[in-house]
């Protein structure tokens, strides 16, 4: 199909319906000149296909379909191939249910434990959720599908979503939120992306010039088409203009005819609009070309796939000798999610799933008894639910309480409005443990959860919102068919007040301002050095590891030069098992704040008992960058680094140093009111200045008239401290004359040229 020739035989009516959707799911088609409508669907984690009529809130009329683990899950997995699988088996579906583009992944940073969304998004860590990302964009492209990276940008609350603008400063969208978008982007050049509803620094991301065309298509490399999130445009014209191709779904032809009476007036140029058509285009066109209907979509592999992936994502968070239980053990499952977990989150991503698992069902044959205790519909635990709960912990070796969070608790749409779970169910976790020494606890949550009860429990096991099969995952995971080998991408702080964002959070009516900056999950709780109660990447295992004999390949680089990094991972425990080898970079020493560490790779590795292997890390310019405002660009100042390995942000195994020199050279620019701190640090400003400086030794060094040496030297030292902070300026009016306007301005321009 030759695009171009096509679109010059479209009618300016037709190019412009062809930036809007024909409905909640398609594209337009020109039957004339033989371009076909495509479909959409969410995504990201299975498909929520619409079948037939398009009902944009009900969930409940899309077709049967298989729910893998949702991105608080999988993210936890560190598994790059992991994920790639699922989206490959993702990518089969579509082919098979003939869909060019599913809705995903999404990406957005977890500022905040409350987003309601925070079980769609991946991580607190842009490095990671770039990887995930990237994985996962690869897995379903493989399959000549589509995916949209959605929602571009830092939309990280679901709290007036539609009209909030995100308000943070350039560093921080540029080290915080943008890089999972940018390492996908570069990674796996995703065929579309979602704008997000939000605005970004006042600026609607829908009608975005910065973020849509100059950040996205420019700096990274995009070439596929932007589509809006579904009622996300506000003004439709600067939107095309902007770099937004795609508004979905339907605008019912309004905005259709804005395009075409601009066009008309001259205000947008017509060329805006045919590249947003051949962009359109090229992506349908590169579906309809390799679309193969007849792929098959085996379901019920998918649910063991599903079963498979969602127990590499399991995290230990805690485990005091108690796990694996013993298939002869008589155990005790409490709590309504043991017979219907949740394994997904409510709104645009809720999947009809053909079949789930629970873990009841997973366990028969096994020694296991039965306890509603609380029920997910009320927040007061019945005395008799809670009582008979007891009975059955008291009557088990072990007692395994399912608990977490409702439905209504965290879904698309709004947050959450704290961080603690149902009043029964912790109530009913301290009644369990105060009647069972040997208490378990299995968290299905999208989010961090406040645990009261941490202390009186033997264990607690992660399992997210898992997906269908997320009980037989977990049945796995307690008996130890599966050794846990997830670990958290983000952290869990002991109470929401700890977490950074608290105090802006939410924002004040659409003013959200990212206050935090930066100092995101455990970049702030570390540089804080605040108790949390799990680290960012912790993880427990059935074995143990340890991480040895780091080695870099220089200890002096260059900004152009990549560093590489090998550690000997080691299993010492009994059980073959994984660990995920974390790779953290800080700067020792910056004039700009930066986080103590920060995750630069990572690398989930299977050893068996006794066994260790070497694994290898390369790092270049931007693990050790930061984002320079006056350059607008990465920037590394020289100085140590360290380079640090270890279990979590917290359990660093191996620690070594490296020197890495800039060869960039930062343009300064002087005026009268530099100060001397400033222009010390700069030799070539140094030589133009030193010598005026040493013939005014009054003020620069000697104090005269002292006797005693050691009150000379501190009168010294003050007297330097005193200078460090002074302008140049003070350099006339302190120098009786010596120094004038002139001197001052002729030095100046020296030390500018
Ligand atoms: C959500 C998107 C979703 C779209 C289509 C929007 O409300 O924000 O994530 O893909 O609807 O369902």
């Known amino acids: 199909m030759n695009i171009k020739e096509i679109i010059s035989q479209m009618t300016l009516e037709e190019k412009a319906g062809l930036c809007s959707g024909l409905d909640f799911w398609h594209t337009k088609p020109v039957e004339r000149l033989g371009v076909r409508s495509v479909m ?10 619409q079948d037939q009529k398009a009902d944009h809130l009900g969930m409940n009329d899309s077709i049967k379909a298989v729910c893998m683990p949702a991105a608080c899950a999988t993210a936890a997995s560190f598994d790059r191939e992991l994920i790639g699988r699922m989206g490959q088996a993702i990518g089969d579906s579509c ?6 583009v599913v809705l995903g992944p999404a990406v957005n940073i977890k500022r905040s434990p409350l987003c309601g969304r925070n079980f769609e998004y991946l991580s607190e860590d842009p490095y990671l959720a770039g990887e995930m990302a990237a994985a996962y964009i690869n897995g379903v492209q493989s399959r000549n599908v589509g995916t949209s990276i959605k929602h571009f940008a830092a939309n990280d609350q679901e709290h007036r979503r539609m009209s909030s603008s995100s308000n943070a400063d350039e560093r921080t969208l540029r080290e915080i939120y943008f890089p999972a978008f940018e390492t996908a982007v570069k990674k796996a050049q995703p065929w579309t992306v979602m704008c997000s509803y939000n605005k970004i620094n006042g600026v609607y991301a829908s009608q975005n010039h910065w973020l849509l065309t100059e950040v996205l298509r420019s700096e990274w490399g995009f070439e596929g088409y932007v589509m809006s999130d579904w009622g996300a445009v506000s003004d439709r014209v600067p939107g095309l203009a902007a770099g937004l191709d795609l508004e979905m779904p339907s605008s019912g032809g309004v905005n259709d005819r804005k395009i075409v009476a601009a066009v008309r007036s001259g205000e947008l140029d017509e060329a805006v609009l045919d590249r947003a058509v051949e962009r359109i285009l090229t992506v349908n066109e590169r579906y309809l070309a390799n679309a193969k209907p007849e792929t098959p979509w085996d379901q019920e592999a998918d649910h063991l796939l599903s079963a498979r992936i969602a127990g590499e994502c399991m995290v230990l968070l805690k485990n005091e000798g108690v796990l694996p239980l013993d298939k002869k053990d ?17 709104g645009s991503s809720h999947i009809n799933c053909f079949k789930t698992t629970s873990a009841l069902e997973a366990a028969q044959g096994l020694n296991v008894t039965y306890a509603q205790g609380y029920s997910v519909a009320a927040d007061e635990a019945a005395d008799e639910s809670i009582a008979e709960a007891v009975e059955a912990a008291k009557a088990a070796k072990v007692a395994v309480v399912f608990a977490g969070l409702p439905d209504s608790y965290e879904s698309e749409g709004y947050d959450r409005t704290s961080m603690a779970m149902p009043a029964c169910q912790n109530r009913l976790i301290e009644a369990v443990a105060a009647a069972n020494p040997n208490t378990v606890v299995v968290l299905h949550n999208g ?10 429990v033997k264990a607690v096991l992660e399992a997210y919102l898992g997906g269908q099969a997320v009980g037989l995952a977990t049945v796995r995971a307690l008996y130890g068919d599966v050794n846990p080998s997830g670990h958290l991408a983000e952290s869990f702080p002991i109470k929401l007040e700890d977490n950074p964002s608290y105090l802006s959070y939410g924002g004040e009516a659409d003013e959200a301002d990212y206050r935090e900056g930066v100092f995101v999950g455990y970049r702030y709780y570390d540089k804080k050095r605040m108790d949390v109660a799990f680290p960012f990447g912790h993880g427990l295992s059935y074995t143990t590891f340890t991480y040895s004999d780091l080695r870099l390949s220089a200890d002096h680089i260059t900004d152009r030069d990549t560093l590489t990094v090998t550690v000997k991972a080691a299993n010492t425990g009994s059980r073959p098992g994984k660990t995920v080898v974390q790779l953290y970079v800080g700067d020792k020493q910056s ?11 990572f690398e989930k590795v299977e050893l068996a008992p006794g066994e260790s292997r070497d694994v290898t890390f390369t790092l270049d310019k931007r693990a050790f960058a930061y984002w320079n405002t006056d350059l607008h660009d990465w920037h590394v100042e020289t100085g140590e680094f360290t380079i640090e390995v270890g279990q979590s942000s917290r359990a660093i195994d191996a620690a070594a140093t490296v020197t890495v020199t800039s060869t960039v050279k930062l343009k300064k620019h002087y005026t009268k009111d530099s100060i001397f701190m400033d222009i010390m640090a700069d030799p070539d400003a140094m030589k133009v200045i030193r010598p005026l400086m040493d013939s ?30 002074m302008p140049l300026r003070s350099m006339v009016s302190f120098s009786g004359g010596a120094v004038s306007d002139e001197m001052l301005d002729g030095m100046l321009q020296a030390m500018n040229a």
């Open 40 to 49: 959409v669907s969410d995504g990201p984690h299975g498909l929520r296909k």
């Open 330 to 346: 008589a155990v005790a499952f409490i709590g309504e999610f043991a017979a219907k977990p949740r394994f997904q989150g409510g």
């Open 447 to 456: 989010s961090p959860v406040e645990m009261p009860w941490l202390s009186k």
């Open 95 to 100: 082919q098979h249910e003939q869909l060019s």
């Open 591 to 601: 004039t700009v704040f930066r986080p103590v560490r920060e995750l630069k790779g």
């Open 696 to 725: 005014m030794g009054q003020m620069f060094g000697g104090h005269g008239g002292e006797s005693d040496a050691a009150h000379e030297a501190v009168t010294d030292e003050m007297g330097a401290a005193m200078v460090r902070y």
